[in-house]
C-alpha cells in the first residue's frame, strides 16, 4: 500500500505557471524603451505657430531673412551681394557676423513650395550652427495666396 501512494503522488503534476519572471522581463523592457525613445527623435527645435496663431508682432530689429528658391539655392537679406546665390559657408558667415553685433536678431526662412524640404532644414541647421537661439518659418496667410 505505501507503494501505491509514493505513485499517486508522483503522477500528480504542478498546474500553474509563475509568471513573476515574465513580468521582470516585461518591466526591463518597458524602462528601457522609456529611456531610449526620446534619445532616438533629433532635430532642428523650430517654435511651431498655433492653428490659428497671428502673425509676428514687429520686431524691434530687423530680421535677416533665408530665402531658398525653387532649385535650392540660399539667398540672405545681408550684406553687399544679397541677389547672388550664397553657399553654406557664406550663408553661414553672414549669420554669424549678424548675431555677434546683434545676437537678439530674428532669423526667418522663407522658402519655395516646391523646393526639396532637406534644403530648407539644411538653411535651418546652418542658421542654428551660426548662433541662432531659434528660427522661423515666413509662410503667406491663405487670403493673400495667388490662385
Known sequence: MVKHMRRRNRRRLMAE??????????LVLLVIFMVTAP?????VKVSLPQEKAGGLAS???ESVVITVDEFGDYYVDVGTEKNQPASDQILFDRIRTVL????????LVRADNRVDYGRVVRAMVIAQAAGAPE??????PPERRER
Do not use: A, C, K, Q
Not at 505557471?17 to 516585461?26: A, F, G, K, S
Open 17 to 26: 505557471i509563475n509568471v513573476v519572471p515574465y513580468i521582470d522581463v516585461m
Open 39 to 43: 534619445l532616438i527623435t533629433s532635430g
Open 59 to 61: 520686431p524691434t530689429t
Open 100 to 107: 555677434e553685433y546683434r545676437p537678439d536678431t530674428p532669423i
Open 135 to 140: 528660427v522661423g518659418l515666413i509662410t503667406v
